[in-house]
Nanobody, 124 residues
Framework: VQLVESGGGLVQSGGSRRLSCTASGCSLDDYPIGWFRQAPGMEREGVSAISHDGIAYYMQTVKGRFTISRDNAKKTVYMQMNSLKPEDTADYYC???????????????????WGQGTQVTVSS
């Protein structure tokens, strides 16, 4: 599955942004999708994930602020980011795990197909 992220940009601290992850080439129905981020000089880290049947998982750093959802008809997974902080500044990536894989909190090693990323910058 090929994935393309969109929705990044510059936002003020406390603001909101919605990222999209859209699949091309095939249906997204059976794929768990994770969102990850990588700040300059840092390792890529998991942010949130959604199973193929819609169960959402969030890392503690974003719980209560970010919401992941999926619209299989549009072959798109969204991540609504609210109450953004400067420390949320990073390149954000979505990725697909194996079809119908059982997932939990997003781990880089569980995901196989990656998008190219979209940059989010939160100004203080």
């Amino acid at each position: 599955v090929q994935l393309v992220e969109s929705g990044g940009g510059l936002v003020q601290s406390g603001g909101s942004r919605r990222l999209s992850c859209t699949a091309s080439g095939c249906s997204l129905d059976d794929y768990p999708i994770g969102w990850f981020r990588q700040a300059p000089g840092m390792e890529r880290e998991g942010v949130s994930a959604i199973s193929h049947d819609g169960i959402a998982y969030y890392m503690q750093t974003v719980k209560g602020r970010f919401t992941i959802s999926r619209d299989n008809a549009k072959k798109t997974v969204y991540m609504q980011m609210n109450s953004l902080k400067p420390e949320d500044t990073a390149d954000y990536y979505c990725a697909a795990a194996d079809p119908r894989a059982r997932i939990g909190l997003p781990r880089v090693q569980d995901y196989k197909s990656w998008g190219q990323g979209t940059q989010v910058t939160v100004s203080s």
